[in-house]
């Protein structure tokens, strides 16, 4: 099979943001063959593009290792692992170092020093990227090394033989064509999964890679944290620094639309009073001020003015490097051999369950993804080439293209709309009930059995429609099931019903995996080497008040 349509690779990259970039161009200095495939454009698709910061932990900076790793565990609230932490700290700065030998710029002050950025609480400082351009840095140098790229194809279905991954199938968004690549192993950087929401540049990150290996029986896991991203009521849409246009014409960009992020960014709610932020970089406060009727949120703009503020702009989003796949090492391996996964892909627990700071996102998708390729490149050693038969070639064809057959049904479009009327209202999400999450997973159970099968297409641009939709209504589910399997409340994950953190009984992570029909779902204690201080009053081990809270003194 050597035409275009049916491609043989030793290692297969599914996205090409800054986890696939890394992962591909480490596995190809290991004299493998490798295939980046994105159904858009590598280097330029997914949420890598908008980073602006690239956590480095660097000695010769000043930077205090213990110090790091205990602000991450505090504000994460003690369920990050920590040894994915250090490892985050220990090799970002090889991966910096990569950056800069690859033609990356980050950005310097007029006597030529790095410009550092942090907000108010936070101990990590982070190096500003030059925005914009660096994705294709890396790309054109992943080109020079020998990657190939596909652009616009949609990966759909991962393929197996005995168990273990042997590439994927999918079809061509400009053709409509059938495509398969077969691989002696598959590295997994699709990204985390949102519901398409209007106001975070999160549109792409539907799901689709943690949904196809959910169907061949990997663990996913991190699904109960949110990222509780706002955005301005005036230019919804305007996030990270983007150039505002009028007419066609720029205009620069307009006052300060930044989300009120950390201590040092304050807000008011509509009695004027003042919003205290917990520490962290992402936080709740405005679901909860909504919650309590004090909404509208105003954030002070540099000038001295007040710009109405709307939340849920990433709804769908886990907090970075939380979701996906459970690496079952510390090589990025999934349960399902052959299958590796980076950045927001996999579920390493870097941070925990609340951001906290910046520049994790991008550092780690730069770690795992260099790991899983190397990982990959090691695993495919002693792998001999399988073929894949033509019958089964032919199945996955058939289900793909299943919703262009029909001549009655539904449009992805309108069940997309469906699906974010259930999942986008604050109190399903964000301000959680037990009540609340299970009368929504019965709506998202319907759509996913009912409406889901029936859809209907006409061109590959709604084909693509069709399958995301399918990959974020498997999202929504495992969101709603882990919010309800996990009683307590805890950095994102705010349960109005269980308002306290739970501990020991809750210092863990939850995994789900397919069995048959269902969804299993289990807890992972984490080592109790990482417990905090459980004889500490339990306000001190926890300085961000959740609604609804009574402390151990008042009981």
């Known amino acids: 099979m050597a035409d275009k349509n049916?491609?043989?690779?030793?290692?297969?990259?599914?996205?090409?943001?800054?986890?696939?970039?890394?992962?591909?161009?480490?596995?190809?200095?290991?004299?493998?063959?490798?295939?980046?495939?994105?159904?858009?454009?590598?280097?330029?698709?997914?949420?890598?593009?908008?980073?602006?910061?690239?956590?480095?932990?660097?000695p010769d900076w000043g930077h205090d290792f213990d110090a790091w790793m205990d602000h991450v565990s505090t504000i994460g609230e003690y369920v990050n692992n920590r040894d994915w932490t250090e490892m985050l700290f220990t090799e970002s700065l090889d991966r910096y170092h990569d950056l800069i030998e690859w033609g990356v710029e980050f950005e310097h002050d007029d006597k030529g020093e790095l410009i550092f950025d942090t907000y108010e609480g936070m101990v990590p400082n982070a190096p500003l990227l030059k925005r914009w351009v660096f994705g294709t840095v890396i790309r054109k140098h992943a080109v020079r090394t020998g990657v190939k790229f596909?652009?616009?194809?949609?990966?759909?279905?991962?393929?197996?033989?005995?168990?273990?991954?042997?590439?994927?199938?999918?079809?061509?968004?400009?053709?409509?064509?059938?495509?398969?690549?077969?691989?002696?192993?598959?590295?997994?950087?699709t990204g985390g999964g949102a519901l398409k929401p209007q106001g975070w540049p999160v549109s792409e990150?539907?799901?689709?890679?943690?949904?196809?290996?959910?169907?061949?029986?990997?663990?996913?896991?991190?699904?109960?944290?949110?990222?509780?991203?706002?955005?301005?009521?005036?230019?919804?849409?305007?996030?990270?620094?983007?150039?505002?246009?009028?007419?066609?014409?720029?205009?620069?960009?307009?006052?300060?639309?930044?989300?009120p992020q950390a201590q040092l960014v304050k807000c008011i709610n509509s009695e004027g009073e003042e919003i205290t932020n917990r520490p962290g970089s992402n936080f709740l406060e405005l679901e909860f001020e909504a919650h309590q009727g004090r909404a509208p949120v105003y954030y002070r703009t540099e000038d001295g003015g007040l710009t109405k503020r709307i939340g849920g702009a990433a709804t769908g989003l886990s907090v970075h490097t939380t979701e996906g796949?459970?690496?079952?090492?510390?090589?990025?391996?999934?349960?399902?051999?052959?299958?590796?996964?980076?950045?927001?892909?996999?579920?390493?627990?870097?941070?925990?369950?609340?951001?906290?700071?910046?520049?994790?996102?991008?550092?780690?998708?730069?770690?795992?993804?260099a790991r899983a390729g190397l990982?990959?490149?090691?695993?495919?050693?002693?792998?001999?080439?399988?073929?894949?038969?033509?019958?089964?070639?032919?199945?996955?064809?058939?289900?793909?293209?299943?919703?262009?057959?029909?001549?009655?049904g539904f449009g992805p479009q309108w069940l997309t709309q469906i699906l974010q009327?259930?999942?986008?209202?604050?109190?399903?999400?964000?301000?959680?009930?037990?009540?609340?999450?299970?009368?929504?997973?019965?709506?998202?159970?319907?759509?996913?059995?009912h409406l889901a099968p029936q859809l209907m297409v006409e061109n590959p641009h709604d084909l693509r429609l069709a399958h995301e939709v399918r990959s974020m209504i498997y999202n929504a589910e495992t969101k709603l099931r882990t919010s309800?399997?996990?009683?307590?409340?805890?950095?994102?994950?705010?349960?109005?019903?269980?308002?306290?953190?739970?501990?020991?009984?809750?210092?863990?992570?939850?995994?789900?995996?397919?069995?048959?029909?269902?969804?299993?779902?289990?807890k992972r204690p984490i080592p109790e080497k990482w417990w905090p201080d459980l004889s500490q009053p339990y306000e001190k081990l926890y300085e961000a008040r959740m609604p609804g809270e009574v402390s151990e003194a008042a009981e």
């Open 484 to 522: 309800l399997f996990r009683e307590e409340s805890r950095g994102t994950h705010y349960r109005e019903d269980f308002p306290r953190r739970d501990d020991p009984d809750w210092l863990a992570w939850i995994s789900l995996q397919r069995d048959g029909d269902q969804m299993k779902l289990w």
């Open 6 to 58: 049916h491609i043989k690779v030793d290692i297969l990259v599914i996205g090409g943001g800054f986890a696939g970039l890394f992962a591909a161009i480490k596995a190809r200095e290991q004299g493998c063959s490798v295939t980046l495939v994105d159904k858009g454009y590598a280097g330029k698709s997914g949420s890598s593009p908008y980073a602006g910061h690239f956590a480095v932990f660097n």
């Open 150 to 189: 596909v652009n616009r194809v949609m990966l759909t279905d991962l393929m197996t033989v005995d168990g273990t991954v042997s590439g994927a199938v999918g079809f061509s968004l400009d053709d409509g064509e059938f495509r398969s690549y077969q691989a002696k192993a598959v590295v997994m950087c």
């Open 325 to 369: 796949l459970a690496p079952q090492s510390m090589n990025c391996d999934s349960n399902i051999p052959g299958l590796f996964a980076a950045g927001d892909s996999c579920s390493t627990m870097v941070v925990g369950a609340t951001y906290p700071g910046i520049g994790y996102g991008s550092a780690s998708a730069a770690v795992t993804g």
């Open 205 to 259: 990150l539907t799901a689709d890679g943690e949904y196809m290996a959910y169907r061949i029986g990997a663990e996913i896991s991190g699904k109960e944290f949110n990222e509780p991203k706002s955005a301005s009521v005036d230019y919804p849409a305007y996030t990270m620094g983007m150039e505002w246009t009028e007419y066609g014409a720029s205009v620069g960009p307009p006052p300060d639309l930044g989300p």
């Open 375 to 408: 990982s990959a490149a090691a695993f495919i050693k002693d792998v001999p080439g399988t073929k894949i038969p033509a019958a089964q070639l032919k199945d996955y064809e058939t289900q793909i293209f299943v919703p262009t057959k029909r001549t009655g």
């Open 421 to 449: 009327n259930a999942m986008f209202p604050y109190y399903v999400l964000f301000v959680k009930h037990g009540d609340r999450l299970q009368a929504t997973l019965t709506m998202v159970e319907f759509m996913r059995d």
